[in-house]
Nanobody, 126 residues
Framework: QVQLVESGGGSVQSGGSLRLSCAAS????????MAWFRQAPGKEREGVAV???????RYEDSVKGRFTISRDDAKKTLYLQMDSLKPDDTAMYYC????????????????????WGQGTQVTVSS
């Protein structure tokens, strides 16, 4: 059973930055599709960013130009650098993965992902 453990959440003011990390318990270097999702109270879980094992990255429109997804497979760790944070970014953030190629674009469908972390809270105040 693969475990994913997020860290790096917290409370910041609007315009601030946070860097989320997600440590995996298994090798991520061979065709593993990884993503960040978020869920605000009363809202559905939504995809934020996806990254494949090659050059594939994909971002939800509202975070383009502000968030950067990256991975270090030697450390089995996924990252999400979040800059210019807004109150609307407030949510529980989850990392997710499945051990297969992402495909052409990478999926934002939660059901596509087999493994999930427990989440880390991000709160942005105005």
């Amino acid at each position: 059973q693969v475990q994913l453990v997020e860290s790096g959440g917290g409370s910041v003011q609007s315009g601030g930055s946070l860097r989320l990390s997600c440590a995996a318990s298994a090798n991520t270097s061979l065709g593993v599709c990884m993503a960040w999702f978020r869920q605000a109270p009363g809202k559905e879980r939504e995809g934020v960013a996806v990254i494949g094992s090659g050059t594939l990255t994909r971002y939800e429109d509202s975070v383009k130009g502000r968030f950067t997804i990256s991975r270090d497979d030697a450390k089995k760790t996924l990252y999400l650098q979040m800059d210019s944070l807004k109150p609307d970014d407030t949510a529980m953030y989850y990392c997710a993965a499945y051990w297969f190629l992402c495909g052409d674009r990478g999926s934002f469908a939660p059901g596509a992902y087999e493994y999930w972390g427990q989440g880390t809270q991000v709160t942005v105040s105005s």
